[in-house]
């Protein structure tokens, strides 16, 4: 059975917005107030505020909070077990594919052989 690793489903599941994928790529160019995080995605505060919650849960962002103003900042080195886990399957099913190209080229040269040495 596959690993399970509730972390990993975390970080998957905070990715899997797209709201919260910009959000992620606007901090990506440095820290931000909510206000501004929120201008762009059309939606009110308090559903902003769910997203940004998402990806703190998930350690993706880090905020604090100066006097009435709250910032965010990305936290990348939160995605290194999503990184590792994916380097892992890539791994693993170009290990499977360089099998079955083996596969289908020794079927190939076989039935190239057996032509030639037909009547």
Do not use: N
């Not at 929120?38 to 902003?48: E, F, I, Q, S, Y």
């Not at 998930?58 to 909070?65: D, M, R, T």
């Amino acid at each position: 059975m596959a690993k399970y690793d509730s972390d990993l489903s975390q970080l998957f599941q905070a990715l899997a917005d797209p709201t919260r994928r910009a959000i992620l790529a606007r901090l990506a160019q440095g820290p931000a107030p909510v206000s501004e995080l929120a201008r762009p995605t059309g939606l009110k505060l308090p559903t902003v505020m769910r997203h940004l919650s998402v990806l703190e849960e998930a350690g993706l962002i880090a905020s604090s909070k100066d006097g009435r103003v709250r910032s965010c900042a990305v936290v990348p080195e939160a995605l290194t077990p999503m990184c590792d886990w994916l380097d892992e399957q890539r791994a693993h099913w170009e290990s499977r594919l360089d099998r079955l190209e083996s596969y289908v080229m020794t079927l190939l040269e076989d039935e190239d052989h057996d032509d030639r040495t037909r009547p």
